[in-house]
């Protein structure tokens, strides 16, 4: 049954695949939807790619375990901050600018607002080396649940991933990926609800003011407004969990596909309430982790948190709702993987190639595309311990690169090519020497890749006011 539904779900993407390659005869078709999409689909695009398998699989047991009902907190920024201003900020702005300057990419922004190559080059290259094993541990950690929740074997698992992501996405680009995502998006917002009402009515949780009382049974720090590991540890999980997406490319993205800025308004609607459902069931599930386990589960020994949500849907959950976690994982991940597919080629094809490759650029896209979907495959298959320490800093350390210069680069004339490169140089300094420095398994990490973010939107107006300001910019607001 469960592998039936699968089947019949991938044969779906592979449709909205074809139908949208009838429609794909462009570079900006390929990338960007024609810059023609409209607001639900938008909508759905960015959630989908906001909220990957982590949310469910490792943040919301092992967040939700930890802090409890404080992690809520995170619910509350990612919502308002990272989903609701994120789109009243920068969305019209965005994608008024992008289209005066020509510009589809990140690094191509930066080029045109600044005139600077050195930023475009730099940006296309932040893009590759963290966007590529991002997308290599996303196929890991996917091919895990394949294997525990199906039985299908680790390696046949990441193929047959590899091999869906690569057809659909090469045959219609951005749309097809925002058509599936529509999809996804409506199977994470259904599955979403019908976990919380499920834990909630089981007798274990008892309803959810019976809830509140039965978690400060077990340990009252679980429902004080800040949980066991303390305000810095949340602090962190909420900058770089709600700010972490205003300077990703693979988010900003969404901002230029949108049909027009009247859609904006719509937009905005759904992506918050899709925010505020997904991010409640996620850790709000996790912290009823307390009422069903006395521990974790054990992993050599050891209590792995990360484990918590998977082992309380297989023991816990219906039989059915098992196919429901598997659809909604597989759907935030894939929208996820295409979206960094897509960017990291575009940080090739569109961002380092010389301009005399134009004219064959939507074919050398969607060989690109081919290429870094062989590439993440090689490397999850390689399973090198290294990708999923990476991943652990990417978020921040991208986010922290390109946070300065792109909202500044919206909003303020006085900013300049100087401000850019030191902002982006000190974000990718804190986000990497850091990491270096306590190591890439530290607790401290979240905290390391808010300061990546926030540090950057200081550094930036300095340098710009002390280098002359607005004087160097390539373009004028």
């Keep these: 049954m469960k592998t039936a539904v699968l089947v019949l779900y991938v044969v779906g993407m592979l449709g909205l695949g074809y139908f949208a390659s009838r429609r794909t005869r462009s570079l900006g078709d390929f990338f960007l939807a024609g810059r023609n999409l409209g607001p639900w689909v938008s909508a759905f695009a960015y959630g989908t790619t906001y909220f990957s398998a982590v949310l469910f699989i490792g943040y919301a047991g092992r967040i939700g375990w930890g802090f409890g009902l404080s992690s809520l907190w995170i619910v509350v920024g990612n919502t308002i901050v990272g989903s609701l201003l994120a789109w009243l900020v920068l969305a019209q702005r965005t994608r008024r600018l992008t289209e005066r300057l020509n510009a589809m990419t990140m690094p191509e922004f930066l080029k045109a607002r600044y005139g600077s190559e050195l930023l475009k080059v730099l940006a296309a290259l932040v893009i590759f080396f963290f966007l590529v094993p991002y997308s290599a541990s996303v196929y890991m950690g996917l091919s895990y649940l394949f294997d525990a929740v199906l039985g299908i074997p680790y390696r046949y698992a990441l193929l047959l991933m590899a091999v869906l992501t690569g057809v659909y996405l090469l045959m219609g680009g951005y749309l097809a990926v925002s058509l599936t995502d529509a999809v996804q998006g409506m199977i994470m917002l259904f599955g979403s609800l019908f976990l919380v009402g499920y834990l909630l009515a089981r007798p274990e949780v008892g309803g959810l003011p019976q809830a509140v009382a039965r978690l400060s049974q077990v340990d009252p720090r679980l429902v004080s407004p800040v949980g066991p590991p303390g305000f810095w540890p949340l602090f962190g999980l909420v900058v770089l969990t709600s700010l972490g997406p205003w300077g990703l490319p693979q988010m900003v993205q969404?901002?230029?596909?949108?049909?027009?800025?009247?859609?904006?308004?719509?937009?905005?609607?759904?992506?918050?309430?899709?925010?505020?459902?997904?991010?409640?069931?996620?850790?709000?599930?996790?912290?009823?982790?307390?009422?069903?386990?006395?521990?974790?589960?054990?992993?050599?020994?050891?209590?792995?948190?990360?484990?918590?949500?998977?082992?309380?849907?297989?023991?816990?959950?219906?039989?059915?709702?098992?196919?429901i976690f598997l659809l909604l994982v597989f759907s935030a991940s894939m929208s996820t993987l295409s979206s960094l597919v897509l960017v990291s080629s575009s940080a090739v094809v569109i961002d380092l190639l010389p301009p005399a490759t134009r004219p064959r650029s939507l074919l050398l896209m969607r060989v690109f595309c081919a290429v870094f979907v062989a590439l993440s495959l090689f490397l999850a298959l390689s399973k090198i311990s290294f990708i999923v320490n990476l991943m652990s800093i990417s978020w921040g350390t991208v986010a922290g690169s390109f946070l300065a210069p792109y909202l500044y680069g919206l909003y303020w004339k006085g900013g300049n090519r100087w401000g850019a490169l030191a902002s982006m140089l000190s974000g990718l300094s804190v986000g990497l020497f850091g990491a270096v420095l306590f190591g890439f398994r530290s607790s401290v990490l979240p905290l390391l890749g808010s300061f990546a973010m926030l540090i950057p939107l200081g550094v930036f107006p300095v340098v710009s006011l002390v280098t002359g300001g607005g004087k160097d910019a390539g373009v004028r607001l």
């Design 254 to 323: 969404k901002f230029y596909a949108i049909r027009n800025e009247k859609m904006v308004a719509t937009a905005t609607v759904v992506v918050t309430i899709f925010a505020l459902v997904c991010t409640f069931a996620a850790y709000f599930s996790g912290s009823l982790t307390h009422l069903f386990f006395k521990e974790p589960p054990l992993v050599n020994g050891q209590a792995d948190p990360d484990l918590l949500m998977p082992h309380l849907i297989a023991t816990i959950m219906p039989p059915s709702f098992a196919l």
